[in-house]
């Protein structure tokens, strides 16, 4: 297959976060198209607006940053720009990209379809989410060419294997933004929790921010990581939040409010919880039941470096790109 020459212009956070975001999605997208032989150029439309606003407000930079991108375009000449989010790139970059016959694909991290996609999910070639099932149907209104794109890891950056440890610092970790959706799941975890169960939360508040290996340490000493997707997204096929590789790339073991069709890579290794009652319930049966929690945390560690691994992500969204259907049908998740 033809080497490629690619613009990866997505969210990066490589001044925002100083290094921080080694474990998002976009740097592991990046990584995985190099590590198939392609040339991969990153650009964070976001930082880049941000620097070239005198008071470092994305939208005052937004101007600056397209015109700059354009540039960047006609300098590289790549055969393939992907997008990541890219809600301050004007629709009238994306025509002109689009006049000069580069190919062009969006992949979007959640199951939202973002304010503006209406009038630009034209212009891709390829559209990729987080989320299949009936947000697929939604996002195929506005093109047709619509693909679940899963959530990835890379072994450098998961590089962890909590499961051979046999001291953890934490019994139960509980990483994710603040929200009134997990507001009221903290709440009660707090109120029901005994106090001999070591509980931490990281991410909720500015003060428990945690990022970088700080972060993916955390989850590695943790005995149980909660997955608690929002709820715009459960009811969506395939749909979680990416922390849930995070940790069980880490070789951490998790528990996690119900994924649709989850099984399908995951099998009966992964336990839901649908209730708060019924999380802590499976939390108190895995804490007391440490042979088992390891052995399904090796199984899933193993499971999502085979299947959801960069690389093979990484190839998976060439193959759409150039329409490789042999080995599209390779991927489990591909339909």
């Not at 890219?86 to 580069?102: Q, V």
């Not at 390829?126 to 959530?151: M, S």
């Not at 599209?328 to 339909?335: A, I, P, V």
Request: proline letters at 2%; one cysteine or more.
């Amino acid at each position: 297959m033809k080497k490629m020459r690619i613009i990866h212009c997505a969210p990066f956070n490589l001044f925002t976060k100083s290094g921080g975001a080694l474990f998002l999605n976009p740097i592991k997208i990046s990584h995985g198209l190099v590590k198939n032989g392609h040339f991969v150029h990153n650009f964070d439309y976001r930082d880049t607006a941000r620097y070239m606003s005198l008071f470092r407000t994305k939208k005052n930079g937004a101007k600056k940053m397209n015109q700059f991108f354009i540039e960047l375009v006609d300098n590289i000449k790549p055969d393939m720009i992907i997008f990541g989010h890219a809600e301050l790139i004007y629709e009238e970059t994306l025509a002109l990209i689009k006049s000069k016959g580069i190919k062009m694909l969006h992949w979007y991290n959640d199951a939202i379809v973002q304010d503006g996609f209406d009038k630009v999910g034209h212009y891709f070639d390829i559209v990729l989410t987080t989320a299949a099932g009936g947000f697929i149907d939604e996002v195929q209104k506005y093109n047709k060419n619509a693909f679940f794109l899963p959530n990835l890891v890379d072994e450098n950056v998961e590089k962890h294997k909590a499961f051979t440890q046999n001291s953890y610092k934490t019994d139960i970790l509980f990483a994710g933004r603040p929200d009134s959706d997990r507001a009221e799941f903290v709440d009660y975890l707090e109120n029901n929790l005994s106090s001999d169960i070591r509980y931490k939360m990281i991410g909720h508040t500015r003060k428990d921010v945690i990022l970088g290996e700080s972060y993916l340490q955390a989850l590695a000493d943790a005995k149980i990581c909660i997955n608690h997707t929002r709820s715009y997204g459960i009811n969506y096929k395939w749909y979680t939040s990416d922390r849930l590789f995070h940790s069980l790339g880490c070789g951490s073991f998790a528990i996690s409010r119900r994924i649709v069709g989850g099984e399908d890579f995951f099998e009966d290794k992964l336990p839901y919880y649908d209730t708060y009652e019924q999380f802590l319930e499976k939390a108190l049966f895995y804490l007391d039941n440490e042979a088992m929690r390891k052995e399904n945390a090796q199984w899933l560690h193993n499971r999502v470096h085979t299947l959801f691994n960069n690389k093979r992500v990484a190839q998976y969204i060439i193959s759409l790109a150039v329409g490789n259907d042999k080995d599209l049908k390779t991927y489990e998740w591909y339909e």
